[in-house]
């Protein structure tokens, strides 16, 4: 059973390649597909839709004939096209290349710049926190300093409070004395001569 593929099918009936195809998509000729998953038709089932025109020694005396040939001056052109292309591509797809390796040497640098400066803002950020903590402790030292003065002036002025008071006591305790004498004297004043004489 010989098998064929989509241009040996159109060769062999005369239709073209995509008569073949279009068979083949609407399902009204059957096909298999190779090892290289290209579609191949079998001659049987070729000829029972279309009629073939030419046999598969006929195909392979033309392909015998086609390679021994020189190629024409219309293939030579449509060959060097074809190069011209692929090499057109293949060199912007080397520029392509060549500028996103540009592009991430670039972004390489700049990321390392900015890890660089980061690194940096962190050695001064630990620099500044250490000094703080420096200065904190210094801080709290004299703190410590003025909490001891000010406890001994509050000490001070709650002993000066404290004699303030006494001397307060006593300088009521005097004036109250006094008024006493003040007034006995006072009685004694406005006594009369037979009261101070008996009593």
């Given at each position: ?17 995509e ?10 000729l ?52 074809r ?26 640098r ?11 803002s962190?050695?001064l950020?630990?620099e ?58 006072e009685e ?12």
């Amino acid at each position: 059973m010989s098998k064929v593929t989509v241009r040996e099918a159109a060769a062999l009936t005369g239709k073209s390649r995509e008569t073949i195809n279009s068979a083949t998509k609407d399902g009204s000729l059957s096909y298999t597909l190779n090892n290289k998953n290209h579609k191949v038709i079998d001659v049987a089932e070729l000829s029972r839709v279309y009629e073939v025109v030419k046999t598969l020694e006929d195909l392979e005396k033309e392909s015998a004939v086609s390679n021994s040939q020189p190629p024409s001056e219309a293939d030579s052109q449509e060959w060097r096209a074809r190069y011209l292309e692929i090499k057109a591509k293949a060199e912007s797809a080397d520029d392509k290349i060549e500028m996103l390796e540009k592009h991430h040497a670039k972004q390489t640098r700049i990321y390392e710049d900015q890890i660089e400066n980061l690194q940096d803002s962190l050695k001064l950020a630990q620099e500044g926190h250490n000094k703080a903590t420096l200065l904190l402790e210094d801080k709290s030292g004299d703190n410590n300093q003025w909490q001891a003065a000010i406890s001994a002036v509050e000490s001070r002025v709650a002993n000066q409070e404290e004699k303030i008071k006494e001397e307060q006591g006593r300088a009521h305790k005097i004036l109250r004395q006094n008024q006493l004498l003040k007034k006995a004297l006072e009685e004694e004043k406005n006594k009369s001569f037979w009261q101070k004489l008996f009593g």
